[in-house]
């Protein structure tokens, strides 16, 4: 009777270390984790040529408490094309997040919101907000559905004036489409710099 005892105790703890080693190990992978974008730089290059103009913003300790914050605002000349690159970094992981969004481009999508006024191609004040979906946005990429990405964009100055230009990164999962929106999904950035236009 104890050698039965015995047998069945060492049985019932086998299977509770068994099990217990099997939860631990079939744990699954977080997928979609969010990325640390401490680097947002916008560049403008003059159609015509000459130099480009940069604004950025930073976030030097990353996950930290701080936020990212506007470096340099944006100063562009009056009745100007340009096209607009938007590169993301994290440099305290020497990863460049722009192309890892590039290559996500199904789940990613950039919105636009500016002070109406600024520009004279795309006119209007932007894409961002549920109503505003379908408000043109000069995009220059798309993701394999057809759908605008937003790393690439162009854009002509009015005269000149002052105001704000804000630019929301979306991750959208599964749910990007023609219909989805800057409410929809998460929001990797989203930054309004200052704008002049002389």
Known sequence: MKKMNYLLGLGLLLGITTLAGCTDNEAPEIE???????????????????PAIVASAE??????????????????AANT???????????????????????????????????AGLFTD?????NIGANNRADPVNYEDVDDNGEPLGLETTWTTGEATMGTFRVILKHQPDIKSAASTSNDGESDIDITWGITIN
């Open 32 to 50: 979609n984790e969010e990325e640390i974008i401490t680097d947002v730089t916008l560049t403008f290059a003059p159609d015509g040529g000459g």
């Open 81 to 115: 094309s340009y096209t607009l690159t938007l590169n993301l970094e994290n440099s305290i992981g020497g990863e460049s997040i722009a192309e890892e969004v590039e290559e996500e481009a199904d789940e990613h999508m950039f919105f636009f919101g500016w002070t």
């Open 59 to 76: 976030d030097p300790d990353g996950e930290g408490p701080e936020e990212l914050a506007i470096v340099s605002d944006i100063v562009l």
């Open 122 to 126: 795309p006119t209007g004040d932007g």
